[in-house]
Antibody, heavy 120, light 107 residues
Framework: QVQLVQSGAEVKKPGASVKVSCKVS????????MHWVRQAPGKGLEWMGG????????IYAQKFPGRITMTEDKSTDTTYMELNSLRSDDTAVYYC?????????????WGQGTLVTVSS | EIVLTQSPATLSLSPGERATLSCRAS??????LVWYQQKPGQAPRLLVY???KRATGIPARFSGSGSGTDFTLTISSLEPEDFAVYHC?????????FGGGTRVEIK
């Protein structure tokens, strides 16, 4: 049984950075294609970036130029998403989401979500 | 970027009725369309991938169809637990994109 467990809620001021973690159990990170998706209050889902197993590269949505970094620590099966220069419209629930590398691009597994609030 | 347009925004139906949800892509995505269900305060749940393949454990009352630019999710007979928001997503091209969602509410 795959589980994705995310870090807790964060409150940040505009201009600050946030780093959200997502620990995987039941699978190794090497077997999964990890992604991050966010959802602003009352809004739809927005893909932020993730691992392209065909190229072996992390791809980011163009909406976050230079502001987003996704990293992995394979020794602990934990993935991280860092978002810099936070603005009020970055207030959202951030989800890590994953699917097997053999069937990338959709998400069988989701974390519980991390609420990030950006407010002065 | 491929834009997905879901309709209607809200569907008001009674338990036992049939629900038909639409997702239209701005360009052809072949069969690479995914559907998720999301309930309040919960993460999305995978229902259907590649237009018509039900995910593990998903009841047979959920079925997906379509190809190219027009896709449909059908719930043959609504159960009380099916009232939720449904999202479509394409995996044909980077960036991955989602539709705006359809809320299925109790009439």
């Amino acid at each position: 049984q795959v589980q994705l467990v995310q870090s807790g809620a964060e409150v940040k001021k505009p201009g600050a950075s946030v780093k959200v973690s997502c620990k995987v159990s039941g699978y190794s990170l090497t077997e999964l294609s990890m992604h991050w998706v966010r959802q602003a209050p009352g809004k739809g889902l927005e893909w932020m970036g993730g691992f392209d197993p065909e190229d072996g590269e992390t791809i980011y949505a163009q909406k976050f130029p230079g502001r987003i970094t996704m990293t992995e620590d394979k020794s602990t099966d934990t993935t991280y998403m860092e978002l810099n220069s936070l603005r009020s419209d970055d207030t959202a629930v951030y989800y890590c989401a994953a699917g097997p590398v053999t069937s990338w691009g959709f998400f069988d597994y989701w974390g519980q979500g991390t609420l990030v609030t950006v407010s002065s | 970027e491929i834009v997905l347009t879901q309709s209607p925004a809200t569907l008001s139906l009674s338990p036992g009725e049939r629900a038909t949800l639409s997702c239209r892509a701005s360009q052809s995505i072949g069969g690479y369309l995914v559907w998720y269900q999301q309930k309040p305060g919960q993460a999305p749940r995978l229902l259907v991938y590649d237009a018509s393949k039900r995910a593990t454990g998903i009841p047979a009352r959920f079925s997906g169809s379509g190809s190219g630019t027009d896709f449909t999710l059908t719930i043959s007979s609504l159960e009380p637990e099916d009232f939720a928001v449904y999202h479509c997503q394409q995996r044909s091209n980077w960036p991955l994109t989602f539709g705006g969602g359809t809320r299925v509410e109790i009439k």
